[in-house]
């Protein structure tokens, strides 16, 4: 079961041990700049589940949220490979979908940060719109 990844060079692999806890569109303007001008797809797992080799950069900032967020990404290519909430802690880590070997692995099932979507964005009509971050966790 372990799902496995890495960037455009191959300089960082990954392996996870985990299954996903979903996945998502982000149409936040800080994803459409790592993404240059499109959503980032990202798919969640349990931080304590991934496992990185290689050598990564990393930017942390704070994010349209509020949250203090960790950005991480191949020193060598420059492909973005996740973003993990620093601040507050608990949340899964978002692993970029393109970067994993297998990218049909968790298909999106929401967007979020719909509202900053620029008008011609192409956005899922089967998927569930939300204008902002995702809805708490019930």
């Not at 240059?36 to 797992?45: D, K, Q």
Request: glycine fraction near 10%; charge should be neutral.
């Amino acid at each position: 079961m372990p799902h496995v990844g890495g960037c455009l060079c191959g300089a960082v692999r990954y392996t996870i041990s985990a299954d996903s806890l979903g996945a998502r569109m982000c149409w936040c303007r800080d994803c459409q700049r790592i993404a240059s001008g499109s959503a980032t797809v990202n798919v969640l797992f349990p931080e304590a589940a991934v496992a990185i080799e290689g050598k990564l950069g990393t930017f942390v900032m704070i994010a349209d949220s509020g949250n203090t967020v960790e950005r991480g990404f191949c020193d060598v290519c420059g492909a973005q490979i996740y973003s993990r909430t620093v601040t507050p802690t608990g949340l899964p880590m978002r692993v970029r979908a393109g970067t994993l070997d297998d990218p049909e692995l968790a298909p999106p099932t929401a967007v979020i940060w719909a509202d900053s979507a620029p008008s011609w964005a192409p956005l899922p009509g089967h998927l569930p719109r939300h204008p902002k971050g995702p809805p708490p966790a019930s």
